[in-house]
């Protein structure tokens, strides 16, 4: 490639939203999540091209390593350099227009949320767009990148990498990484559900249909393919709004950390804003089909849950709905805010927090001390790592106490 690319894996429209200049009223939406910022050029005569001056949007990063929390340019973070660097140039921006279209389906969605409008509304076809760039942004993070690079898998993923390196004659799980990659980027939502079902009879006709594994051999590996077309196909879209007082944070693992049980998941979470998250909820723990377990225990209860009312082209279905039979591309979901109390809304952050990887960000010192002050209280009893963040903590307390006055 000629021109080094920064790739986003949290979108750069919602980087701005954690500067302190950042406004709803001055700030355009860009679909253009790898290469230099172009919307401020505007179109004439090609001798005439001037730049448009943008205004810098910064956000607070702080480094986990250094102890360090610094400004930094939102066109500069969480992003990787060259993602496609095996790849053509030409091929890259394919890729990249690609996933500009489903974005802009999501961005056009969180920005009815960040404006608080009372019609909160997606056709089928688009929260399926939706569910697809917010799956692909979280499978190119950095995070998930690594786990290929360095080979850092669950026992089942990595039986399931490893099965489709010998078919398919990859030389690494690196290539198994970026195959996926490019494979979930150009197929359709349609396509990516069908190969879904075939993964999941692949299982039930087996000899082994309660095998934690498919015998499935397709586009992509069975352990990831099940992954991404349970979110797509197996989940509930509900929007999270912070209660006034408490903020979201940012984390390199924000874009669909999830919360749940042993070999379970209830919850992935999507951070768009420090006031605002998507967050998708299994439907079988909405139907009760897992509560029953004693391990099985969602940290956020029953009271945070929405179901959207529909509104189906093909006329209201009967008792007996069958997916095939009653829906319709133009079926129209019409969504509410669920307001977090404060407690919940640190109680993600402090998921965030345990599952640190190099970055944090935040918007409010305030909410983010509070933050740290519960996730120190629960951490022992409710998380795996138990991190340390006492100097972040101290740091924050000191800072406040130049202005007003925090609780210890």
């Excluded at 000629?2 to 954690?18: E, G, S």
């Excluded at 943008?54 to 390593?65: G, H």
């Excluded at 490019?182 to 309660?210: C, F, G, L, N």
């Excluded at 225990?297 to 007996?320: A, M, N, Q, R, W």
Aim: net charge positive; charged share 30%.
């Amino acid at each position: 490639m000629t021109q080094t690319q920064f790739h986003h894996y949290i979108p750069r429209f919602i980087l701005k939203t954690f500067a302190d200049n950042f406004s709803l009223s001055n700030t355009e939406f860009i679909t253009d999540a790898s290469g230099p910022d172009l919307s401020g050029f505007k179109l004439g005569k090609p001798s005439k091209l001037r730049r448009k001056e943008r205004p810098r949007y910064d956000i607070n990063v702080y480094r986990v390593e250094s102890h360090t929390t610094d400004p930094t340019d939102v066109s500069r973070a969480y992003g990787v350099k060259d993602m496609y660097r095996d790849v053509t140039e030409a091929d890259c921006m394919k890729f990249e227009k690609l996933l500009a279209k489903h974005e802009c389906t999501s961005a056009a969605f969180i920005r009815q949320i960040w404006n608080e409008e009372e019609d909160l509304s997606l056709t089928r076809t688009q929260l399926g767009d939706m569910k697809k760039f917010l799956v692909v942004m979280m499978y190119r993070s950095e995070h998930r990148r690594s786990q290929y690079f360095n080979q850092r898998f669950s026992f089942i993923t990595e039986i399931s990498v490893k099965k489709h390196m010998a078919h398919n004659k990859f030389p690494n799980a690196q290539t198994v990484w970026f195959e996926n990659l490019k494979w979930i980027i150009e197929a359709s939502v349609e396509d990516i559900v069908k190969e879904y079902q075939k993964a999941i009879m692949a299982r039930a006709e087996s000899e082994r249909p309660a095998a934690l594994l498919s015998p499935y051999q397709g586009p992509i590996h069975a352990s990831e393919l099940e992954d991404f077309g349970c979110l797509m196909t197996q989940t509930i879209a509900c929007i999270w709004q912070a209660e006034a007082g408490s903020e979201f944070i940012l984390s390199q693992g924000c874009f669909g950390a999830w919360e749940g049980g042993t070999g379970i998941w209830f919850h992935n979470f999507f951070i768009v804003s420090p006031r605002f998250a998507i967050v998708l909820v299994n439907r079988l723990y909405l139907a009760d089909r897992i509560k029953k377990k004693p391990l099985w225990t969602s940290l956020f209860g029953d009271k945070l849950h929405v179901f959207p009312e529909t509104d189906y082209k093909k006329g209201p279905p009967s008792k007996d709905f069958d997916l095939a039979t009653h829906s319709a591309p133009e079926d129209v979901f019409k969504y509410k805010r669920i307001v977090v109390p404060k407690e919940d809304v640190y109680k993600v952050n402090a998921i965030l927090l345990d599952d640190r990887h190099q970055f944090l960000t935040y918007k409010s010192n305030a909410s983010m001390y509070k933050s740290l002050r519960y996730y120190d209280k629960v951490k022992k009893e409710m998380f795996h790592d138990c991190h340390d963040y006492s100097i972040l903590r101290r740091k924050l307390f000191s800072d406040l106490n130049r202005t007003h006055p925090v609780d210890k």
